[in-house]
């Protein structure tokens, strides 16, 4: 019964959250607007200040160094698409959900670059299985190309994953939304540890950060800008993931080491026909 009141209190508020979320603003006809391009700097009776006025930018436009001030981590000025524009291209997303999201699929990809070359790693290395050690795409992954066998098929596991993150996400969602919900709904026991710090995207506590990293500011400052940074480097490397796969038939780390054995014969030229 707890669990079917969890979801069922989960379930009611969510498509109120997302309606204000991707509708709270209407969306604007291009024509006729008073906006001549994108790189119209808007006039305001107070201007607004600068936390980061002196930071390195990269490609920042007038446009953008309106609303992206230095305050998010890892923030250039840089956003030739205008998406974190709340008047912008990207106007009827919420931009601080976008920032939000930008952390949280960091950590996914960090996570992941790791969990799809470290089977070859170790494989190479002789310290786990030549079964086991497979590319990331023979492991269910991509059901038609999978060979290891696991407790159910790829096509259960898949379903079977895909419940179980997508009520993950969903409880996510909510406490971006109303920050410390988590910890007031009953979560079989948890939720006292679900309450966060206020910050969606940094909720710290013995469950999310139990080194107690980034004690005071200056340091959370630093380890924000840093996971931001290495956060955008892992989805890169999963698209290159992706890339090689799909080109060379075989993972990332056979791929290094035939790069490192033979570069002229193996770069990115040779492996798309460019020569």
């Not at 079917?4 to 969306?27: D, H, K």
Request: hydrophobic share 40%; charged share 15%; glycine share 12%.
């Amino acid at each position: 019964m707890a669990t079917q009141a969890l979801v069922s209190s989960s379930l009611s508020s969510s498509v109120e959250n997302a309606r204000q979320i991707l509708g709270a603003r209407p969306l604007q006809s291009p024509i006729g607007s008073s906006r001549k391009g994108s790189f119209v700097v808007r006039a305001a009776s107070t201007p607004p200040v600068k936390q980061g006025a002196d930071r390195q930018l990269w490609f920042a436009s007038k446009q953008s160094l309106t609303y992206l001030d230095g305050s998010l981590p890892g923030d250039y000025g840089f956003d030739p698409l205008g998406l974190s524009d709340p008047e912008g291209t990207g106007g009827f997303i919420e931009p601080k959900w976008l920032a939000y999201g930008e952390v949280i699929n960091g950590r996914y990809a960090m996570m992941g670059a790791v969990g799809a070359i470290a089977p070859e790693i170790l494989g190479k290395a002789g310290l786990i299985p030549p079964e086991t050690a497979l590319p990331w795409f023979k492991t269910g992954v991509i059901p038609p190309a999978g060979t290891y066998n696991y407790w159910a098929d790829p096509y259960t596991l898949f379903v079977f994953e895909m419940a179980l993150m997508g009520f993950a996400e969903h409880r996510r969602f909510q406490d971006w939304y109303n920050p410390g919900s988590m910890g007031r709904q009953y979560f079989l026991g948890l939720e006292k540890y679900l309450g966060g710090s206020g910050e969606p995207a940094y909720p710290g506590g013995p469950l999310f950060n139990p080194l107690g990293f980034g004690k005071d500011e200056k340091s959370l400052k630093d380890l924000k800008l840093k996971e931001v940074k290495n956060g955008r480097l892992a989805m890169l490397a999963i698209l290159g993931y992706f890339v090689q796969g799909l080109v060379t038939g075989v993972g990332p780390y056979q791929n290094l080491l035939d790069h490192l054995a033979d570069p002229v014969n193996n770069n990115v030229l040779t492996s798309l026909k460019f020569h």
